[in-house]
């Protein structure tokens, strides 16, 4: 499996981590960083909100819980 297959499928970033040019030009990925000046006028039109708190929370290891007595899938 080539390395930006493994990083991007396998759990090393969430959904929500942006991948920058500079991240994506070193996976070899055919990026270009020449946006033309109308899509980035138009893209001012739609701003994002900012979040303070991230959607996902990702966990390395399964949670453990204490005291669970029911059956685990």
């Not at 969430?14 to 040019?21: L, S, V």
């Not at 980035?40 to 991230?54: A, E, F, I, T």
């Not at 959607?55 to 059956?71: A, D, I, N, S």
């Amino acid at each position: 499996m080539p390395r930006s297959a493994g990083l991007l499928s396998q759990g090393t970033w969430t959904h929500d981590h942006p991948i920058t040019y500079e991240t994506a030009k070193s996976f070899g990925l055919p990026v270009r960083c020449d946006m033309p000046s109308a899509f980035l006028n138009l893209m001012h039109l739609y701003p994002q909100s900012v979040r303070r708190q991230p959607t996902v929370e990702y966990l390395p290891e399964p949670r453990r819980y204490e005291g669970f007595q029911g059956k685990r899938n």
